[in-house]
DNA sequence: CCTACCGATCGGTAGG
DNA sequence: CCTACCGATCGGTAGG
């Protein structure tokens, strides 16, 4: 173990606020977990406030990532879709922490800085949406509210950490055929 | 403003727990909200901890008794399953604090406190299990894992307080018709 | 990155 | 239900 640096500290964040919650985790609690002091954080960071910012941002960017590669792909939106949810499914399983921290620990930033990861929410839905809309104009998709179909479709895809564990008798590939199976069933048409 | 009971110690702390998290939220806030000290808290409960898993149990109480309803109506499998969603909505809608923190502080319960809410979740979502079930023995359904097709549904009905506001432009009933028909797609068969 | 510390706040209790 | 208080812990800082 070398010396601590600030990316070591936000990954043991996010390890500490997925699961015991922001304010169920003090800054000697974080100390603890990278082998400081809690003090000595403050060497690194400017406030507990700004570590949250900064699991929540690592979080938000690799949902990106995920949505720019699928739009990118030089495929047909109903395949688009399924790069979507696989990808969600991979960055949810990947990084759980940085994804339980931007799901549920977003709302105990200061109101100004939650400006920040609603937007970005705004604009990885926006890529659920831009694909059902070129799927019904392609002819492949049912034409149902984008907006609608997007949360309800997200709503699956986050819910995941709650209760799928990779080890289970469902492997994430299964996982995966069952959730594009339920999303797909609905924009069919007769 | 008579007397404080109990039970507005209970509504209140279900507001502050479901607004600022159950670590957020101090005997102090809990006392402020009812027009108490957070000291004076104490001749009501013995301790916090003990007012969250209160909280959390009306809140499980309140899905079991949606579902006991939508069980015993004398009905078909497909009309039962309406009848569970949009019962489940109700609560959600009507009883959001209560559901909230059900659903996100239940975890900061002590360990062996928190079997409980687990298997009252466990029964409930059996009430869907069996539904799907009966659903595809009658031939309304297609036969799918009743355990995976019960997570995918209710992940839609858990996440619906995240977004969904009954003053929007869409109202509740067509917000439960939305989610029956999305659902119903993934059942039908070919 | 530690030592040494700050004022504020935490959950909770004794006694009335 | 309040007064008065407990020891523990909180986020954070000064100074090295």
Redesign the interface.
Known sequence: MATVTRSDIIDAAGRLFAE?????TSMRDLGNEVGLLGSSIYSHVNSKAEILTEVIDKGAKLFQASADAALAAPVSAPEKLELLISGHIDVVMDHANEVKTFL?ES??LAADQRAVPLEQRNTYEAAFRSVFVQGAEAGDFKRL?PV??S??T???L???E??FRDDGR?DRGELTQ??V???K??L?KE
């Not at 015991?20 to 169920?24: A, D, L, M, V």
């Open positions: 015991r919650g922001y304010h169920g549920y709302r105990f509210d609608i179909t949360i309800l997200l709503s699956i986050n819910a995941i709650r209760w469902l069952r959730i199976g339920f999303t069933a609905s069919e």
